[in-house]
């Protein structure tokens, strides 16, 4: 850990790409890294899965050191907050003495029972239960958190109607070529369609998963059908792609 740490710091004082970089700049790597973490432990592979946590580790050592660097706190600091935190969250095993054999639900209930207890005298949201986390996902919960207090459509045709209207919008801000209002609009419009999953009672990340598995499959088709024919795919002309797209609509049903 220390040679790591070692590493980092000689990279922040002479790489020019790790100079530059900020803690909002690496933001999305963290992010990245941790679904590649994903997908490393659900193929099996114990070797990725150590490659990947080691990329995910690199991304908390070089955010500690550039709050290092502000004077803000190093990864000791880290650390030490995640150990305090471990302990004090199981007291079941850290202060057995205190406690009969607990079941897991009744650790999940002490668990949420000490945090609370660690929110005291914060500020509170309704939305804060809401974890941060993939747009979607976030997106979904939020809706279905207010939801229990009314504040929803009555059924799914509202939902829908509201899909048409942010549709609308997204139109005229292209219309309009303003690129902020447009990426504004985007995200009203997913935000919407989100919404008229969740009254459906569907997981919105399960379907776009779902497309996304299916887009790779049939665009692997396409690669293998013009490799098996020769042909560069960066040289053939959309109108074949499109065909061979259709074939594997037919055959990969």
Aim: proline content about 3%.
């Amino acid at each position: 850990m220390d040679q790591l740490l070692a590493v980092m710091k000689q990279l922040r004082e002479q790489c020019p790409w790790d100079q530059k970089q900020t803690p909002e700049s690496l933001t999305r790597y963290a992010i990245e890294e941790a679904y590649e973490v994903e997908a490393a432990v659900r193929s099996g592979h114990a070797q990725d899965v150590k490659e990947e946590l080691g990329d995910l580790l690199l991304q908390v050592v070089f955010q500690s050191q550039m709050y290092s660097e502000q004077g803000a706190f190093d990864f000791q600091d880290v650390v030490q907050a995640i150990t305090d935190k471990m302990i004090r969250r199981h007291p079941h095993v850290f202060q057995s003495e205190q406690f009969a054999a607990l079941s897991p639900e009744d650790v999940s209930a002490l668990w949420q029972q000490i945090k609370q207890q660690e929110k005291a005298g914060k500020p509170a949201s309704r939305l804060s239960e809401v974890k941060h986390g993939p747009a979607i996902q976030q997106a979904q919960q939020l809706q279905h958190n207010v939801a229990q207090i009314g504040f929803d459509f009555p059924d799914v045709t509202g939902a829908m109607q509201k899909v048409d209207e942010e549709l609308q919008e997204l139109k005229q801000a292209v219309d309009r070529q303003n690129s902020d209002e447009i990426l504004d609009e985007l995200g009203d419009c997913l935000f919407s369609l989100i919404n008229v999953g969740r009254k459906l009672s569907l997981s919105s990340e399960m379907a776009l998963l779902s497309t996304v598995h299916k887009f790779r499959t049939r665009f692997a088709f396409i690669e293998q059908q013009l490799q098996q024919q020769h042909k560069n795919i960066e040289q053939v002309s959309l109108a074949e792609m499109d065909q061979l797209w259709e074939q594997a609509k037919q055959q990969l049903k």
